[in-house]
């Protein structure tokens, strides 16, 4: 089940680091999703980028930066986080919607631990 | 209110026994509905869509009322494999071209020996 992949698989940064979180989709779907979720809590959509235009941002503070170089690929950039932000990073997409279709395929995921 | 509202459980479910839950959305509007399940510390996987007559999956069933706004899910001879949290995920029917997805916080089962 290679689909969507993530990489790193596990992250631990201090809350000075910055670093880049990479998702790969290989469905030749149009829309990509970054969902952050934390302990026993649903699964919160943070971003979402259709045939590469963010059109969705969920008041996801700004230390998270998006980017969405093609429909391939997504990139979720961490800047100066707090330690609240540790919690499993999932990266996910869909084909258009065009057909009705909008069910989700995720990746494995990336946990993030700030320290 | 929560747009997607789950009983989080755990049901606890012999081997082979039959376990049934649902789920209630609030947006009427929704178009699309599925169930997902998520293994510990892993992501979610599809498990199936739900559709407006009812539709079955092996030993999965899954029905839509549409009346009362609530999906429900039926696994018939649980196996230990099922063991899993049930996420429910209703499409928020605004007619985005990319489909704007509610999840449930889900229901945990766990089927026993």
């Known amino acids: 089940e290679t689909g969507v992949t993530q990489t790193p698989r596990h992250l631990v940064m201090g809350m000075t680091n910055k670093k880049s979180l990479k998702c790969e989709q290989h469905?030749?779907?149009?829309?990509m999703y970054w969902y952050k979720q934390s302990a026993k809590k649903p699964l919160e959509l943070m971003f979402v980028?259709?045939?590469?235009?963010?059109?969705e941002n969920n008041s996801v503070p700004s230390r998270f930066s998006p980017e969405c170089p093609n429909s391939s690929h997504l990139f979720l950039h961490l800047h100066t986080l707090q330690p609240e932000d540790s919690a499993l990073y999932l990266c996910?997409?869909?084909?258009?919607?065009?057909?009705?279709?909008?069910?989700?395929?995720f990746g494995p995921g990336t946990r993030l631990t700030v320290t | 209110r929560k747009e997607v509202e789950q009983d989080p459980g755990p049901f606890n479910v012999p081997e082979g026994a039959t376990v049934a839950f649902n789920c209630t959305y609030s947006?009427?509007?929704?178009?699309?509905f599925f169930w997902y399940r998520q293994d510990c510390r892993k992501e979610p996987k599809l498990l199936m869509s739900?559709?407006?007559s009812g539709n079955e999956d092996g030993r999965f069933t899954a029905q839509l009322n549409r009346a009362s706004q609530y999906i429900s899910l039926l696994i018939r001879d649980s196996k230990l494999s099922d063991s899993a949290t049930y996420l429910c995920?209703?499409?928020?029917?605004?007619?985005?071209?990319?489909?704007?997805?509610?999840f449930g916080a889900g229901t945990q089962v766990v089927v026993t020996p």
């Open positions: 996910a997409s869909s084909p258009t919607g065009r057909e009705g279709r909008y069910e989700q395929y």
């Open positions: 469905l030749g779907h149009n829309a």
């Open positions: 980028y259709s045939l590469e235009e963010r059109v």
């Open positions: 947006n009427s509007a929704s178009q699309s």
């Open positions: 739900v559709y407006s």
């Open positions: 995920v209703v499409n928020g029917a605004d007619g985005d071209s990319w489909g704007k997805l509610q």
